[in-house]
């Protein structure tokens, strides 16, 4: 019962952040529904980052000039983001 409950509450979770932004859906299970996670507990809570800082990060995983234990695994899921499409998961993640 525990599973199932658990399980539908993680799909809510997926459903609603997708209504608020798709882009944002499949970095859900790492960072939280709001960016209150730390990744794996390695990285910085997204929500508190400005906006500036988050796209820097993110542009640097990009190019392959930031990050460390998790750089090869947020290169691949940046990767195919378009710079606007970066801002966009930044205007709706970060502080403003």
């Not at 609603?16 to 790492?30: F, M, R």
């Not at 997204?46 to 988050?54: G, P, T």
Request: glycine fraction near 6%.
């Amino acid at each position: 019962m525990k599973t199932i409950s658990k399980s539908f509450i993680i799909a809510a979770v997926l459903a609603l952040s997708a209504q608020a932004n798709p882009l944002y859906t499949k970095c859900v299970a790492c960072h939280g529904a709001a960016g209150e996670k730390s990744a794996l507990n390695k990285s910085l809570i997204i929500k508190d980052m400005s906006k500036a800082d988050f796209v820097s990060a993110m542009k640097g995983y990009k190019d392959g000039s930031y990050g460390k234990d998790q750089k090869a695994l947020m290169k691949a899921q940046v990767g195919p983001l378009s710079d606007a499409q970066i801002e966009e998961i930044a205007s709706f993640i970060t502080k403003k």
